[in-house]
Every structure is written in structure tokens, then in C-alpha cells.
């Protein structure tokens, strides 16, 4: 049994994930533009600006140039819009991340996956295909490093499910597998093989915590389709998963 830490090892201490509700509402094909929820609280974003775009899927908060306030990412169709906080709340200097050659971006994450620092992002396609871009630390992004995936992906998020303080990503399946997949890091921005964890019915979004307090790593999934449901995987003492129990939503 590997210990487990339900910390990633990021030198950036301004990183919020976005909760799973909010992940929801966000990354939903909503056409009034995008809606970033930060630490609870949804930011409305006016239409054609400053994304230019009325199809934002997902969206992620970090501090990517390592000026110490929480910077803002947005995904719209086959790019990553980067704005850079003012640490007061506002968004000021613009860029853009080009996914040219992806399917449909669908949803992103950030994270350290390569141990400098510097944070980077991953972003699932709509098909079989996670990206990797690693930062540069200054806002901007390198090249996409393509990880394939089963059917279907719809969501990714980062962190260290395995316990070896080296983050992984972690991806929802929604169709026809019925998988969470994770891709256990390196520490040094490449993946090993994926570890498939069953969840029957259509995974759509995916986040995680240690719901249990017991230091491990567990990970909750929300459903589409109708299903109505919430399902928790609490992790066991021999790094797998307790059968997924499910609550109902609204
Ligand atoms: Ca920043
Ligand atoms: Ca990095
Ligand atoms: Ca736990």
C-alpha cells in the first residue's frame, strides 16, 4: 500500500478547482457566454467579449504566469482563452491557446504535471483524446502532447490519485465504456498506462477530494442522460475503489 496525499505538489498556492457544481452549470454549451464559477461564487462574462466566442465548454482558474493572483482559462471551440488577474477580482491582459487539430475541446484542467512549477493544462476532446500543454510560466503554453483515451471522453481533472505525489489525470468516459481512466504522471509530463475504473451509467463530470478524511483520494462523478445521479467512489487501503454509491439529484 502506497501512501496517499490528497495534495498535488504545486509551488503555486493560487489554484482553485472548479467544484464539481459549478463544473456542471460552466462547461454546459450555454450561448450567453461563459460563466466561471471561483470558489463558489459565478463570474458572468459578457458575450463576444472578452472571448470573442458564444460556446464556452469549461473553465479553470490558476495562476499561470506566477504573479501570485489567480488567472482565468476558459475553453471555447479549439482554443484556450487566458486572462490574467488583477488579484482585485478584474481580468485584464488577454491570450489565446490554439487546439488546432483537436476534435471538440470539451472541457480542461490545470495543474503541474511536470514538477516546475509552472502550471499546465489538459484538455479532453470530445472523442478519444486528452491534450497535454505545458507552461511556460509567463501565461503562454507549448505544444499539445496527445493521450488516447476510451470512448467519449466529457470531463478531465488533475490530481494525485495514486499517492506518489506526482499528479495524474483523471477522465470521464460518458459513453460506452462507462469509465473513469486515470493516467498515473510522472512528475515530468508524461503518463503511464491507464488504469480504467468501472462506473455503470454515463460519467459526465468528474471531481475529487477525500470525502472520508482517511488521506485517500476519492472521486465523485455527476451523470447526464437523464439518470439523475451523483455516484462516490471512496478509495480503499489497496488502491482501488469501493463500489460507487449513489445519491440522487434534483
Ligand atoms: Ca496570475
Ligand atoms: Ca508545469
Ligand atoms: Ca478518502
Known sequence: MRPRSPMLPLSI?????????????????CPVGAQAYIAGLRVDLPLGSPFGTNDARGVAVGDVNG????????L????????????????GSKSQV???????PFALAVGDLNGDGRLDLAVVDELTA???????????????TVIATGSNTADVTIADMTGDGRPD????????????????????????????????????????????????LDVCVSHVDAEN??????????????????????
Not at 498556492?13 to 454549451?29: D, K, M, Q, T, Y
Open 98 to 104: 490554439a487546439l488546432d487539430g483537436t476534435t471538440y
Open 76 to 91: 471555447t471551440p479549439y482554443k484556450v482563452t487566458v486572462l490574467l488577474g488583477n488579484g482585485l477580482g478584474g481580468f
Open 229 to 250: 445521479k451523483v455516484s462516490v467512489l471512496l478509495a480503499n487501503a489497496t488502491g482501488g475503489y469501493l463500489p460507487p454509491v449513489n445519491y440522487t439529484t434534483g
Open 13 to 29: 498556492p493560487a489554484i482553485l478547482a472548479v467544484g464539481l457544481f459549478g463544473a456542471l452549470l460552466a462547461a454546459s454549451p
Open 67 to 74: 504573479d501570485g493572483m489567480p488567472d482565468l482559462l476558459a
Open 169 to 216: 489525470l483523471v477522465v470521464a468516459v460518458r459513453g460506452g465504456l462507462s469509465l473513469l481512466e486515470i493516467f498515473p504522471g510522472n512528475g515530468a509530463g508524461g503518463f503511464g498506462a491507464r488504469q480504467d475504473i468501472s462506473v455503470p451509467g454515463t460519467p459526465t463530470y468528474v471531481a475529487t477530494g477525500d470525502l472520508n478524511g482517511d488521506g485517500r
Open 130 to 144: 486528452v491534450s497535454v500543454l505545458l507552461g511556460n510560466g509567463a501565461g503562454g503554453f507549448g505544444p499539445r
